[in-house]
């Protein structure tokens, strides 16, 4: 497994973008090989799926809510993922999570219990 610690966070108006950056650290030397994705988490909320990435990067896939506005993307070298978010929201307001796993498989890819490594959130603010 990998350790993932979230940051880029923080409070913006409605219409504004961040960025947000997922480091990895621990067993790198496979996280090449491994599927990412980001998730949130309203107050009183299920944890919910945002974005993935397959360990090859070659292909991404969204919540619809998202499509069009926010974009993952991972950096192996560095051991690095990011969450391009653009053209914000309120409704975008969560706590959002960096997760990852080398066993991750098509059907279940949506699921938090796909995931074994896990960061400890990052905090997004969308005011209007």
């Known amino acids: 497994q990998v350790q993932l610690v979230e940051s880029g966070g923080g409070l913006v108006q409605a219409g504004e973008s961040l960025r947000l950056s997922c480091a990895a650290s621990g067993n790198t030397n496979t996280f090449n090989s491994y599927a990412v994705a980001w998730f949130r988490q309203g107050k009183g909320e299920e944890r919910e799926f945002v974005a993935g990435?397959?360990?090859?990067?070659?292909?991404?896939y969204y919540t619809d809510s998202v499509k069009g506005r926010f974009s993952i993307s991972r950096d192996n070298a560095k051991n690095m993922v990011y969450l391009q978010m653009n053209s914000l929201k309120p409704e975008d307001t969560s706590v959002y999570y960096c997760?990852?796993?080398?066993?991750?498989?098509?059907?279940?890819?949506?699921?938090?219990?796909?995931?074994?490594?896990w960061g400890q959130g990052t905090q997004v603010t969308v005011s209007s």
């Open positions: 990435m397959r360990w090859s990067g070659s292909y991404t």
């Open positions: 997760a990852a796993d080398a066993g991750v498989i098509a059907s279940t890819r949506r699921r938090p219990s796909a995931y074994k490594s």
